[in-house]
């Protein structure tokens, strides 16, 4: 028998500080749970009669995806509400969006540039809001790949989690992820793109409690050195098309290549949240490896969220 839903005090989910490390345990215990059923043949009709809307300023595969096909497997319904396609990108406001919008829904899912608006949302609705990436924060990416790390090592014993590449939204969300599980986390970036100094900060407050490491250097072979896992994401995030030329340049020394997974801890394996700009800062040597579980990453975005969208939505 699957057991108790894990109960948490947040009612949204905007960082993955919104949960505690016994939250989040609780959330990927449940996940295991439900995704070994799920491969058993077993449904969960937790949210039969519910519906997400799912707001989108930007675009998507996986997330969109997966939190649609959880909402089904959940028994739920999933609203697809671009921002140009509702009144939210005619210059409704954000405050009003959001109390309309819990008339009609259970929660909600945003995708969106500024942090700002997925904050003044949730404050807004009287629903749980669910964070599917902002400028600044990425959590259900950060905990689906925590939970992908779980599978592997129930403790994280022993763990080490090399970020090479922008100190960005998912880097921030690892960054945070680490701290709060005791995972050791070493970020290598160039000098201009660390991670915001209040979340450098928090993750370090993090860190110093839970006993994990955090490095922030610019030098690759020491942020490897150890790693048991090897992260990148794209060197280009969306929004910052703009600055694309003089960030490939600003990145060229950090593309992830054999050379560097070699530096690595043996057999480490290799993560990206995708979409990769693969021979940008992944050869697609890399991506391809028997090393690399970037495949396992996407698959869990689902799981992960149906134990978190459980947690959020069912009363
Ligand atoms: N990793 C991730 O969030 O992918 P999408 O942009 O395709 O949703
Ligand atoms: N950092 C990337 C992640 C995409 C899932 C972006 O924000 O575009």
Known sequence: MIGKIPKVK???????TDFSKEEMIAIFEY???????LNQGKTHNFL?????????EKTSTRTRVSFEVAMFQLGGYALFLSRDDIQLGRGETVGDTARVLSRYLDGIMIRCYAHATALELA???TIPVINGLTDTFHPCQALADFYTIYERNKNFK???LAFVGDGNNVAQSLMLTAAMLGVNFALACPKGYYPAKNVVEMAFSIASKSGSVITLTGDIAMAVEQATYLYTDVWVSMGQEKEASRRRKDFAKYKITMKILDKCAPNCKVMHCLPAHRGEEITDEVIDSPQSIVL????????????????LMVK
């Open 48 to 56: 039969e009669g519910k519906t997400l809307g799912m707001i989108f």
């Open 10 to 16: 947040t009612k949204d989910l905007l960082s993955v």
């Open 123 to 125: 404050e807004n609705a």
């Open 158 to 160: 022993n763990e080490k």
């Open 31 to 37: 996940t295991k749970k439900m995704k070994d059923e």
């Open 296 to 311: 396992d990453q996407a698959e869990n975005r689902l799981h992960v969220q149906k134990a978190i969208l459980c947690a």
